[in-house]
């Protein structure tokens, strides 16, 4: 797409302090993409929020850094949302939804009004977190998942309707 792709670390030097570089995150594992932004943070590159003009954000919403808010996207009022997060395409974060950092809100998942996702959690194509509920950090939520009640522990896969922590095999 006639875009600039860094593939490895060794190019960073090259960087080093320009102003005029802005650096997008476009990558969907969640634990990959805060290496990266780690990385990049330590070379003082700016890293703004890249959306897309089909999407819609709030006018009181309020985005950290290094979001990438893809095409049908909707973050609510008073939306907040860390750094370095993908909310991917048509994804709903309904009014005072809070959003940890490094984050995947995968196609078409909703996160109802004044739910609550912890840091490096995941959010799988067309999952709901009904409203008021709380995720914890490092949670995956499956494809079609639907979160009824508080995820409190941190870590594991949640699946099904509605949602259990699935057996490890």
Same mark, same amino acid.
């Given at each position: ?18 102003t ?13 993409? +805060?290496?990266?932004?780690?990385? *990049?943070q !330590?070379? @003082?590159?700016?890293?703004? #929020?890249? $959306? %897309?003009?089909? =999407? ?22 008073e ?32 996160l109802?009004?004044?739910? +609550?996702?912890?840091?490096?959690? *995941?959010? !799988?194509? @067309?999952?709901?977190?009904? #409203?008021? $509920? %709380?995720?914890? =950090?490092?949670i995956?939520?499956?494809?079609g ?25």
């Amino acid at each position: 797409m006639g875009i600039s792709e860094i593939r490895s670390s060794s190019w960073l030097e090259e960087f080093r302090g320009q102003t005029n570089v802005d650096v997008f995150l476009a990558i969907g594992n969640n634990e990959l993409r +805060r290496t990266w932004w780690e990385k *990049f943070q !330590g070379f @003082g590159l700016p890293l703004p #929020n890249l $959306i %897309s003009p089909h =999407a819609i954000v709030d006018s009181h919403a309020h985005l950290g850094e290094s979001n990438v808010v893809c095409a049908r996207a909707f973050i609510g009022p008073e939306a907040i949302l860390g750094d370095n997060n993908l909310v991917n395409t048509g994804a709903v974060l309904e009014h005072e939804v809070r959003l940890g950092s490094h984050c995947h809100v995968a196609p078409l998942s909703l996160l109802a009004g004044r739910s +609550r996702v912890d840091d490096n959690s *995941f959010i !799988g194509a @067309g999952a709901i977190v009904i #409203n008021d $509920i %709380s995720v914890a =950090a490092n949670i995956t939520v499956g494809a079609g998942g639907t979160v009824i009640r508080n995820i409190a522990d941190p870590g594991g896969v949640y699946v099904g309707v509605p949602a259990r922590k699935a057996n490890s095999a």
